[in-house]
């Protein structure tokens, strides 16, 4: 019998490289994420793994069970990235923030407060 090509697997050591298990526990799995976006994951993460190589013998983390528990549910075309409480939500016609929000390392109240100040 033939092993699966890729399985569902629990995080067990966050970041990349991870450890991962898969019925006995993988250690120095790579994440793979798309272009210009970076993603380790948290311990207790449902991960998908892919067996890549031959005999499967290079398994690596492609990417999370998504969890929109408690979120309001995503609508066509939406896009909505979570880091831990902060988020970026991306709807049809608008943008939406939550968490702290800084530009250039300076918080955005502190730039709107420099900004008044320079105009008075």
């Known amino acids: 019998m033939r092993e699966a090509a890729a399985e569902l697997g629990t995080v067990t050591l966050g970041g990349d490289p991870a450890g991962v298990s ?5 250690r120095w799995l790579t994440v793979y994420t798309p272009g210009g976006y970076s993603w380790r994951p948290t311990a207790g993460d449902k991960v998908l793994v892919l067996k890549a190589g031959a005999e499967g013998e290079s398994p690596c983390i492609l990417g999370t069970v998504q969890d929109a528990e408690g979120d309001a549910p995503l609508g066509p075309g939406e896009v909505q990235i ?3 409480e902060s988020t970026i939500r991306l709807g049809q016609e608008r943008l939406e923030l939550s968490g702290q929000v800084f530009v250039n390392g300076q ?4 730039l709107i407060t420099a900004i008044v100040i320079s105009l008075l």
């Open 82 to 84: 979570k880091g831990g």
């Open 107 to 110: 918080s955005l109240a502190d």
């Open 22 to 26: 898969l019925g006995g526990e993988r």
